[in-house]
Structure formats: C-alpha cells, structure tokens
C-alpha cells in the first residue's frame, strides 16, 4: 500500500495495525516536530482527540491513493468499523467516517480500552520480523485482557517504571520495544491459564471484526428476533417477553462472568434496561449484552454471523374456505367449503368468526400459538334463519321437541331454547294488544275501573301508596292507561315539606358512638393498622352511610376524631412488636434479629431511622 498521491509516502499497513498506530509511524518517519502537523497532513484537519474512528478516513484515502476496494479492505482491516457497525444503523455506518455521531464515540468508550494496550512477546515480534512495534486491533478490545497466542496479559504502561506505553491521545506511541523512559520491555511474558469464557468471546468477537457481509443494528437485530421468537420468548402478537428471556439468559451464565464484561444481573434487571432492551435506538446502550446474547442464542459465530434463523406465526384457521358445521346446509351433505371469510380478533388468544353464506349458520373457534388447530373445535354462535325456520314450522304443526331435534340434526336444549325465545316474543305485550281490537280494549278498562273504584270505597282516607299496595298490577295498568282518570279519582298528592335537619346533634351522637368504637378497637389489639377505614368499618350501618356520603363534612368533630386516633406506620410497628415477640416464642428460630422480622412482618421492611434504632435496642434486650 505505498501508492504515492498527495503524500510523499505512507507506512505498510502491518496484519491487524490499527489506524493510530499506521498513523503515529508516518509522523516518526516525517520530518513534523508536531504531530498535528502530521494528521493534518493525513486527514486534511486537526484532530485533538483519540482517533480510533478518524471522521476524515475519506481524505485519507484519497491522499494516499486508495480506490474503491482498497479503501473497504482497509477499513475492514484496520479500523474498528467491523466491530462498531454492529451497534449503529445504516445510515450512521454510511456518514461514520464523514460525520460521525455520538453513539460511535459512546461505543468506542464501552468497547475498546481507554489506553492503548500491547503484548510484550508480539512487540519483540513484530520488531524483528518489520523493524519497527505496533499495536494490534484485538489487543484493544477492553473486555479481552491476554493475547491468546501468547497466552499472555496485556499490559498498556511500562513494568518497570509505570510509564504509559502510548499517550492518552495516541500522539505518541511505541516504534521499538521499550518504554518512553528508555526501559526494555521483557521479552517472554508470564503465562496465564486463560479464561474458557473469554476466550470463547475473543473468538466471537474476532470472528465479527473479520466479517466481510454487511451488518448494522437493523441486521443484528434481526438476526437477534429470528432465534428469540423460535425459542418461545415473542408473544404471537409481537411483543418480546424481555424479563423471561432475560431470566433464561442471566440462567447459564454467572455472575462472575458478566462481572468480567463490565454487566451484572441487578444492571441488566433494571425497569429501564429491560424498557431500552432490543429497542433499535437504543442498541448502541448495551453493545456486550447483545454480543453475549448473540453468542447464547446461536452457540458459534460461525451460525450467527452466516445464518439468519426465520421466525413467523402460521396464519390462525388457514386461508379458507371453511365448511358449513350445520347438517341441513346443503352444503355440508356435498361436503363443499362454502364459507370465504373469516373475522380474527386478538386478545389472549385468536378467535375467529364464520358464517355461511347459504343457511345463515354462524361459529366460532379459538387458536393459541403452540396448539394444534382442530376444525371440528367450534362454539355456535347461531344456527341461521335456515335452522331457526325449520324449528318454529314444525313446532307449529305440533310436534314434539324431540321430534324436532331429530329433524335438524341438533340437541333438545338447543331447540328448546329457541322455542322459549318464539313463545316470549309471541306473547309480547305489543303482539298481544295487536290482536286486541278497540271493544275488548274498553271492556277490560272498564273492568280495572271498576276494581279501582271499589278499592277506592273500602279504603276512604287512604294515601296513594296504599291504594297502589292493594292491586298493584291494576293500578299501575290503569297509570299507563287512562292516567287523567286516575288523577281525577285518587286522593291529592301529599306536600312533602322538608325537614330541618340538626346536624350538629347528630355529630355529637355519632361522636360518642365513635369513642366508643375507638376505645374496643384499641382494647383489641388488632394485627392490622388502625386505619380511617378500619374505624368507619365497625360503626353501624346508618353511621358509615353518614360519613360515606355527600354531607360528610357536616360531621367535623366524628371525622376530627377519627384522624385523630388514625395510627401513622411508626406507632403501628410500635404497637405489634409484643405480637412479633409472641410469634418468635412460639416459632422454631432460636435467634431474633431485625432481618429475621422484616422477613417474616412486611410493615418492618421500611422503617424511619428512629424506629429502626428503636427496634434493634428491644431486639438486643431479648437477647
């Protein structure tokens, strides 16, 4: 890659060098005493910070000549696009070399180490074999601390004097294998056993920084989604039970693992976390979760990264047509699929409607995601103008129910049912005056008229109500009927006048009766706290209905009362500590602590620091 345009010349890429290290050579090799003259020279701008993901690779290239394909195998081979990708969307992959967003410096922080980090037996390598030291791509992933064909650690500062092997801004970085202080890195490093769960992740994570397919969030996702919903954690109407799928991963693996990526089971848990979760703006928050998840679902990068397992819910009932269920349709005796549409509803379950369109019979039936769908499984819904027809014709003619069971293929109940419906709607009161003509009309008011009036002669100085008590079907018939005959024949109605209502003396009974409720439900010791509700509950009917209605506020001195006696939490956990105390004699604990009280009494679990202290000096007197 030494292809000369607007730069003199530029350093061989070395296997896996990433960008900082090419570029910190070509500022070595220059004649710049300032190394912002360097990058301004290499991408066109002064660049202050950490350039792992340069925002004007695009300059560089062309200042050193690259075309199409050079430019993607150089990114492929020595940026950490590979990687970063994985975590942004199409469109900030497209501009992340232009303009780069946030999420790609947020990504960088949780991904790569903050130092730039070597293998001192790679470093004496590689300045045997190409005169001069680099740093390595993988060597920088912040989760991965060895290098695995050493079997070494990494280290980012000088054994001997702590001095950091590159600066903080990667403007300086080693060229030989030594420290800035003169000091000579070792040449063989001390041997670890390295960790088998690491060790699994740098091969994933290798394995996706070599990826030469396209990849973005989207893509991760969908790859994430296809295994989720095959193993049962997507509900058949989209939703993804995150918590149960975040269970079974947190499931098989430890605690301790997640602790060496950075994550721990309470993080993962939280309401928000399990909220940002697989949401596609959010997949930049949790980069090794995803990679982890990824590596759980699909065991070997290989499959992951080569196959995408597709998921799908089976259209409930089918695509049709359905048949007819009810067996005097013509069309069941053909055997024929008549019916074309079906209406689904979702809820808990999917429920579909059917109905034919030659007798008008109507069904039902229910499909759940896991359950094999049988077509003889339907609820009737109606049994159609066909059906329905049939019934009443031949219970006209006299026959017997069950000889019209047998008729229409169908159960007793089921024809009983619908000839209880005919008969109701037969003997309708509308249906019944219809058959009534005016003459029979005037005879029957007559008749009730003359109920009336001798209920009227009996009964001289009774009041409506009492009328209306003796025959009350005559005198309600007669109201709807011929109400200004009535209104000219019953007593006047009464004036009610209101009455004046002393409420203060009503207060004052109701107090006492409180007082005294008060005093027996203190006397009790109940186990619950002495609450307004508990107070009101016991009084009687007529009292409770005071204090629970609009006019409650009449009662200042009852209600004033009540609070006043209402117990507060501190007072409450105050009151029951002798039943605790009864409850651990009668128990198998041989200790009592506090922790063993909360456990057991859940009004101790919060407690002011007053209470708490008070609690923990009774405990000490037991013990």
Known sequence: MNTISNIFYFPEMRPDEEIRSVVYRYHAMSVNDDCFKSMKEVFGNRINRNYDTPPHLNILAKQIGLVNEEIELFISNH???PLIRAFINAEQVARMFSHPSFYV????????SPNVRYCTECA??????????YSHRIHQIATIPFCKEHRCNLISECPECGALLAS?????MMILPQCSNGHELPKEAAKVVLDPFLLDLYEFIQKLMSYKGEMNSSIFLSKLYGAIGNRGFIHFKGAVYKVKLLESFLFNISENDLQKVGLSRSDILKTKSVTFFLGIKNFHIFPMLYILMAKWLYG???????????YSVPLPFGVGPWPCHNKICPSYKEKEKVINKCIRHVHEYVTGEFKCPICGFSYSRK??????????????ESFGELWINKV???????KTVQEIADSVCSSDVSVMKHIRIYNKERENKNFRLKKYNESQHEVTLQEKKGKLLNILNTLNTASRPEIRNVDTFTYDWLMKNDKSWMEEVLPARKIHHSKIVDFETIDMNMFEEVNIVISLIYKENPNRMITFSLIVGRLSGLSRNRLNSPRKHYFKKTIELIRIHCEQKDQYQRRIFPNVLEWFHKSRY?????????????????MTEEVEAWLAEEVNKIK
């Open 79 to 81: 940026t950490y696009t």
């Open 124 to 133: 004496h390598e590689d300045y045997r074999e190409f005169g001069h030291v």
């Open 590 to 606: 041989l200790t009592l602590s506090v922790k063993l009280i909360q456990s057991k009494f859940a009004c101790y679990q919060i």
């Open 367 to 380: 499909s759940r995601p896991g359950e094999v769908e049988i077509e003889e499984n339907f609820n009737v």
């Open 105 to 112: 410096r947020e990504l960088c922080a949780k991904l790569l």
């Open 300 to 310: 070997e990068s290989n499959s992951f990264l080569n196959t995408c397992e597709s």
């Open 168 to 172: 903080e801004s990667s403007h300086q």
């Open 392 to 398: 009443i014709s031949q219970y006209d003619l006299g």
